[in-house]
T-cell receptor, first 113, second 117 residues
Framework: DTAVSQTPKYLVTQMGNDKSIKCEQNLGHDTMYWYKQDSKKFLKIMFSYNNKELIINETVPNRFSPKSPDKAHLNLHINSLELGDSAVYFC????????????FGAGTRLSVL | AQKITQTQPGMFVQEKEAVTLDCTYDTSDPSYGLFWYKQPSSGEMIFLIYQGSYDQQNATEGRYSLNFQKARKSANLVISASQLGDSAMYFCAMREGFNTNAGKSTFGDGTTLTVKP
């Protein structure tokens, strides 16, 4: 059973399209995250939700909209995709009140053509 | 603002030898957690080891140990008896204010480790 699962694993799309990435965790954690890893492997946090509440919202274009229907799910919707959005997007989860160790999904490789 | 520095873009080690990957950090928060992750060529991010700022002992997990020097603000990862499967990119990360919900993790730029047979 995969602890943090993301779908799809690969996403190839045209500029201007809208796409979504889904994430689910079965670890019972209360906090979930979206990270972006660029072509140079720099990893940067985008958003974090705790118990469905947005707690971290980094400087991200408002074309990116996260949604957390419940604490086990965190989806990322991207409008009007641009070439610069091409990257690997990682979902992660952790349990607050402990070491807050983040466990990552396998990543979604987004390619915008 | 918190910051993580990994000064070694790439490292080589002979199989079965030990290797140390450097990580220094900067924070004004007395409460923080330090993490190391491994990213093999397959792309997933694998948690390796954790050290809390108040932990007295250096963390160990199997062949991984964290050399925590608080005064120097360093948290180096030591891998003993390197194996070919250890070839990967390694990230150091820090989270300020652990045990709070709003703490943000910052990742270093990573070190690519290559284990030679």
């Amino acid at each position: 059973d995969t602890a943090v699962s993301q779908t799809p694993k690969y996403l190839v799309t045209q500029m201007g399209n809208d796409k979504s990435i889904k994430c689910e965790q079965n670890l019972g954690h209360d906090t979930m995250y979206w990270y972006k890893q660029d072509s140079k492997k720099f990893l940067k946090i985008m958003f974090s939700y705790n118990n469905k509440e947005l707690i971290i919202n980094e400087t991200v274009p408002n074309r990116f909209s996260p949604k957390s229907p419940d604490k086990a799910h965190l989806n990322l919707h991207i409008n009007s995709l641009e070439l610069g959005d091409s990257a690997v997007y990682f979902c992660a989860s952790s349990q607050s009140g402990s070491k807050n160790i983040q466990y990552f999904g396998a990543g979604t490789r987004l390619s915008v053509l | 603002a918190q910051k993580i520095t990994q000064t070694q873009p790439g490292m080589f080690v002979q199989e079965k030898e030990a290797v140390t990957l450097d990580c220094t950090y900067d924070t004004s928060d007395p409460s923080y957690g330090l993490f190391w992750y491994k990213q093999p060529s397959s792309g997933e991010m694998i948690f390796l080891i954790y050290q809390g700022s108040y932990d007295q002992q250096n963390a160990t997990e199997g062949r991984y140990s964290l050399n925590f020097q608080k005064a120097r603000k360093s948290a180096n990862l030591v891998i003993s008896a390197s194996q070919l499967g250890d070839s990967a990119m390694y990230f150091c990360a820090m989270r300020e204010g652990f045990n709070t919900n709003a703490g943000k993790s910052t990742f270093g730029d990573g070190t690519t480790l290559t284990v030679k047979p």
